[in-house]
């Protein structure tokens, strides 16, 4: 099956120039001009070091948290390292080469070709065990047939410059309307699971085809590394920020834990405020913080943006995705070719729909982990953790039997929650188009006052 794993983790580049030319404070002739850069995952590292390349050196990199890497993000579970954000590299083997592939391929991180063929014969009833293979198939079948209408629709609607469309529109054009357990479970492994969100939400002039598949090639490589696939956001800050001699970043261009609260405009640029109350400042500053950062306006901007670019933020959804880690004392689930990935048919959509064990990439450890999204991990967000572990006890011994052993231990990440990202990546919404998305990242001037 053509499946997409794209994890796309779209970053709101704003540039604020804080005068505009012969104002006091603009960047002259006379020298370079200085900006900050707020934010170091990808996004904000990338923007850096073109800046460096450029010969712009006098710049100053914001991270709120102590780390770099963003939504590229490792922990420590039950002695093993596992991605609680970005996880595949997608798109491999297409006529072009996936950059991050390279910079892979360079530190040589331990990655897993994601083979999910055989997960028709893998996909488990809401009780009782797996359906039969033919049942499976059959369905998965009728799906996909769905999933190619859908393609020839949206490359129909672009040639005659239509409208666009939901994903779930297009279904129903096809008469397809997902209603059982089957159904469903096949549905959201086919849509949700690469959008965090259902098809009544998500653009199918925009979504698909994905041209990150159709440049970069159709298959996905898990990262399972014990540096982290936050090692790519390393190798590229360290060719432009001084290291150690153990490859740590030492460069005072990159400062740690400031919380940017505030960006306005100064008779010499643009002033940034952190939450520890100092005021940073330049010609320009570059953001390039979540989306969810910005819709909840936990930057405040003086003057406000235009309303035009808080329209272009505001249209964009922040999805959620939410992998959720176990560990047991030993195995009792299918091991194995082609038994990696299953899922869970349940009455209600979505409900602990797709799972993954790691003995390939973590032999002995016995650590499962399940994926959910959207309105599901909203309400896991809102219990503790031992009333979710329950929930997935229950859902574990339906498939699997009542003597399963207990899950010694469980992480389940909180991405909504946290203020640093307020979601984990954005997710293309109907009716949004291209001149709306590329508004998200066009400069903003500021004028000054005086001007």
């Given at each position: 099956m053509g499946i997409r794993r794209t994890r796309l983790m779209l970053a709101s580049l704003i540039v604020i120039m804080g005068t505009l030319l012969g104002c006091p404070g603009a960047a002259t002739a006379k020298r370079a001009p200085t900006v900050i850069i707020v934010g170091a995952g990808m996004s904000g590292i990338s923007a850096a070091k073109t800046l460096s390349d450029a010969g712009i050196k006098r710049i100053l990199i914001l991270e709120a948290t102590n780390r770099i890497g963003g939504r590229m993000y490792k922990a420590n579970f039950s002695g093993v390292s596992v991605e609680l954000g970005a996880n595949w590299v997608s798109g491999v083997g297409g006529p072009q080469v996936n950059p991050i592939w390279i910079m892979a391929n360079k530190l040589r991180l331990k990655s897993f070709l994601s083979n999910f063929q055989n997960i028709s014969s893998n996909t488990y009833k809401p009780v009782g065990g797996v359906y039969e293979e033919s049942v499976a198939r059959k369905a998965f079948e009728v799906a996909e047939q769905v999933v190619e209408f859908g393609t020839e629709v949206s490359k129909d609607l672009a040639a005659r410059k239509?409208?666009?469309?939901?994903?779930?529109?297009?279904?129903?054009?096809?008469?397809?309307?997902?209603?059982?357990?089957?159904?469903?479970?096949?549905?959201?492994?086919?849509?949700?699971?690469?959008?965090?969100?259902?098809?009544?939400?998500?653009?199918?002039?925009?979504?698909?085809?994905?041209?990150?598949?159709?440049?970069?090639?159709?298959?996905?490589?898990?990262?399972?590394?014990?540096?982290?696939?936050?090692?790519?956001?390393?190798?590229?800050?360290?060719?432009?920020?001084?290291?150690?001699?153990?490859?740590?970043?030492?460069?005072?261009?990159?400062?740690?834990?400031?919380?940017?609260?505030?960006?306005?405009?100064?008779?010499?640029?643009?002033?940034?405020?952190?939450?520890d109350g100092l005021v940073h400042r330049a010609d320009y500053v570059i953001v390039s913080v979540s989306l969810g950062v910005l819709q909840n306006n936990l930057i405040k901007f003086h003057p406000s943006l235009p309303q035009w670019k808080i329209l272009a933020l505001d249209q964009f959804n922040m999805a959620i995705y939410t992998k959720i880690f176990l560990k047991f004392p030993y195995k009792f689930w299918p091991s194995g070719n082609g038994t990696e990935f299953f899922l869970y048919a349940h009455e209600k959509r979505g409900y602990y729909p797709f799972w993954q064990h790691l003995e390939r990439e973590f032999p002995g450890e016995n650590v499962l982990f399940v994926t959910v999204t959207d309105d599901e991990s909203r309400r896991l967000e809102q219990q503790s953790d031992s009333e979710t572990k329950a929930e997935i006890m229950a859902v574990l011994r339906n498939m699997f039997g009542k003597q399963i052993p207990e899950a010694t231990d469980i992480l389940v990440p909180r991405w909504l929650s946290n203020r640093f990202y307020k979601g984990s990546y954005s997710n293309w919404p109907i009716g949004v188009s291209h001149h709306q998305f590329n508004q998200i990242k066009v400069t903003t001037f500021i004028r000054n006052s005086s001007g």
């Open positions: 239509q409208p666009d469309i939901s994903i779930l529109t297009s279904q129903r054009l096809k008469n397809y309307f997902p209603k059982t357990p089957l159904e469903m479970v096949i549905d959201y492994y086919l849509c949700d699971f690469e959008s965090a969100e259902p098809p009544r939400a998500t653009s199918l002039l925009n979504s698909v085809p994905s041209s990150t598949y159709s440049n970069f090639g159709e298959d996905s490589y898990f990262v399972a590394d014990p540096r982290g696939y936050e090692s790519v956001v390393h190798y590229v800050a360290q060719q432009f920020l001084t290291t150690n001699a153990a490859g740590q970043i030492t460069d005072p261009r990159l400062q740690l834990k400031k919380v940017v609260t505030e960006i306005s405009r100064s008779p010499r640029g643009v002033a940034v405020k952190t939450e």
